[in-house]
């Protein structure tokens, strides 16, 4: 119950975490995962039943592209980069939760 | 742009369904093989490094489900892939299929057809721009506020509130003429003809479909301008343009089509539309009773008028009443137009459906009792579909299970229950509305048979589309969200446990079957009751004799005669019928025994030696007879003589009276004076009592006179010639058509029936009733038939190895029918009992609707109950015969 509550409570976090994270380069599904763990200092690992669910919802939004590619092991994979639009809209959100988690904060320090 | 996005992700999640769905799948299985590959790098075996990243990853298939829903179209995928499931479903057991089907398009349909005409004649208001800014004016009277207000109004009131209202935006009258002879270019042929005065059109917010309309310049002058209604220009001249402008000639009257009226607009009156319309003053010219424009209480003109904008009702009333009450007043001409305009009161109602009709008066209360029958049978076949989606439900109550079991959402299951639900929802809907549309026309058809014209317009549309899906979608989505509800219930183990037959699902059954079987009891009461009174109706003895009798009418004002040379045509009419072979009596009357268009009334105070205080003068109705009416009809001649050629004009005025009238007079009436002053009469003969014009009334006093006594200008009817013949009524007619051309060929003759059929056609409303609750009935019982049937079938069914094992153990065959058979009868004798009450108290509802009986008639209950029970005890016995036959053998070797 907690896990699938804290899924919800972090549904918009999630999207940000993916585009922040193909903002240096183009990753396949995992390497997305990998990527989220290690910039977050492995306080986020997602799950890939939240994963690939949310690659699929950004990528027909506009804000990814996609193309299948052969990877390090020389297998086929999908690989996810960011569009002109889902840079616009990391910028964005980022500004976004900037402001938000500035509030909060104002908020619990008083 | 979104959009544009949008689109094409469904399009391509749509049409390129198999590639997508291949890429997810083959990306998930990239990613596990991935990690897979990432553990073995870090150490781990071949098997531990598969277990380890399938327990990280989870299950691949419910990734690629959430997957899919994230995806655009996941819904429609989801619907389509239901709806393809459920038809498959339904195509593995048609008989359920078309059985579910054909009850629901048949308890819709009729349902709709009736809501159909109820609309038309009852609910839906004149096709004219905001109708509800209309009003229609009435009469009430002052002191009560009760009784019926009086919807036709005098002339000159009506015209001072036309030219000094204020809050009014416009007013009009019309006045229905009624059948007019209509002449164009030489041809003529009879049409219905409206009086309105010169702000009809433009209160009504109407725009002509060509030419324009009266103005009230037309009014005022009395021009001789016509406008054509729609139809009437489409049969006419077949929607020509040249029309405008053309000659036509009414009631021998030249007038010039200056107009036509846009399509589907037919009057202010539900169920009497009008071919022409003309200048109400023009009925100067037109008719031979000397105008009314300024008689103040004589009521003769109908009216309507539009609230200004930003004006209630009660403004407009207020004032509107000032001004009729002054105008009365002033235009009052003697004590009794004073008395009037002291007692009346205007009043104003909403008149968004149109002024006062008879149709909707006489059918409305009908059109809902029928609605309300119709309604009874659509739950008994919601019921019946329900019951078996139940049954159905059951029968998959492992799939159910199975699915719940294998991580299917409670929702998704119910969904795709509901889908199935739907689908036979759409098919019942789609069968329902032709039904509807059909069968309203033929229900029409039988309820005014002999209407020249279609009263009402019963073009589909869409309101009736809506109303008859949405009656067959509720249905389904109530019937069948049930039982997917209750299958789902409790989660995938109570499902899995449940398998083999819920517990309260059989009595869940029975009531459903036994709620049926009272339904069918309560709609089978009310089918015999209905039966009943038309079989009573026919059996009334009307007080003439019905047989062999051929009428028609005439009217030689169509063909241009006044005065004098009306009633010498009525004698050359009648001389050249007599002369027809096979003719054995003829004679003539105002009011035909049966008649729909005249019911003529007056009172009496000097009745020979008594006179009568006002409060108890006598009632009568009165008819103009010719000589030999009494012979022709067969009514019996009492006591004095007939009428015959010495009663003319100018001769002794006499008059003929009924028994019961007889029974007023102290001693023989014979001889005694009836009225008093210059209206006086010597009565010269008592005839039996009759039901005058209709077969529903009881016998009244009747008072008849000679009508070639009565001055041209007092016969303001169109007589009706009556022919006993020696032979069947019909047979004579061209003969008798033949003769009377022959005599006058100007003459046409119009309303020809026998009495026996205008008799039948006056009991039109019963014996719709009776064949609409016959048809309900007869339905409803043969679904609570099959409800039965069903049930005890499926509990042999599931009591196989029970019955078996009583066989093996010696129980005979007739015992195990017996069995079987109790079940039932339980279920029958509940249901039966339930209806008995429930009819019990629903006929109170339908008294108003007998005739001669009283709603707990004991043939129609007894019949009612027959039936049910013949029906059920088939229902019942056919699964336990077959019970009967089971090889115990056979059936305990079967599996439970």
Known sequence: MAKGDRAALLQGTLDLLILKALSAGELHGLGVSRRVEQITGGTFQVQPGSLFPALHRLEEAGWLTSAWRSSENNRRAKYYALTRTGRHQLGHETSEWNRIALAIARALET | MPIFRTLRNLARNLFLRGRVRREIDEELRGALAALEAEHRAAGLSHAEARRAAAIAFGSIDAIKDRVGDARTGASLETLARDTRFALRLLRRSPLFAVFAIASLALGIGATSAIFFLFDAVVLRKLPVPDPDGLVVASIGRSGGTGGTNNYSLPYPQFE???????????????NPMGRVNVAIGGQSESAEGLYVSGEYYRTLRLAPAAGRFLAPDDDRGGRAVAVLNYDYWQRRFGGRGDAIGGAVTIDQVPFTIVGVEPAGFSGTEVGRPYDVAVPLRTSASLSEEPPLWNRSAATWIYVMGRLAPGVTLTAAEQETQAIFAEAGLAAARSASDQQFAREAIWRLEPGAR???????????????????????????????????????????QREIATRLALGAGRGRVVRQLVTESLLLALAAGALAFALAVVGSRALLGIAVPSAEIVPVHLAPDARLLVFTFAASIATCLIFGLVPAIRATRGGCLNAVRQVGGAPGRRLLDRVMVASQVALSLVLLVAAGLFLRTLDRLWAQDPGYQRSHVLMFSIEPRLAGRRGDEVPRTYRRVLDAVRGVPAVERVTMSAVRPISRNYYFVTSFRELGAITLPPERRVRVAFNHVAPGYFATLGVPLLAGRDFDDRDAVGAPRVAIISERMARHFSGSPIGQRLGAGSGAREVVGVVGDVRYARVKDQPREVVYMPIFQMAPRDIFYTPTVEIRGAAAATTLLPAVRDAVTHADPAITLFEVKTLEAETDESFAQERLLAILSGYAGAFAVLLAGIGLYGLATYSVLRRTPEIGLRMAL???????????????????????????CAAFLAVQLLRSQLFGIEPTDPVALAGAVAVLLAIAAAAACIPAVRAARIDPLHALRLDT
């Open chain 2, 160 to 174: 001072a509130i036309a030219a000094r209202s204020r809050l009014l935006d416009g007013v009009f009258a019309v």
């Open chain 2, 354 to 396: 149109g002024i006062h009709s008879d149709l909707r008066q006489s059918y409305g209360r009908w059109l809902r009792l029928l609605l309300t029958l119709l309604g009874a049978v659509l739950l008994l076949a919601s019921l019946n579909v329900a019951t078996l989606l139940v049954a159905r439900t059951d029968a998959r």
């Open chain 2, 810 to 836: 010696g129980a005979t065959p007739s015992a195990v029918r017996r069995l079987i058979v109790r079940e039932s009868a339980v279920t029958i004798g509940a249901g039966a009992a339930a209806g008995l």
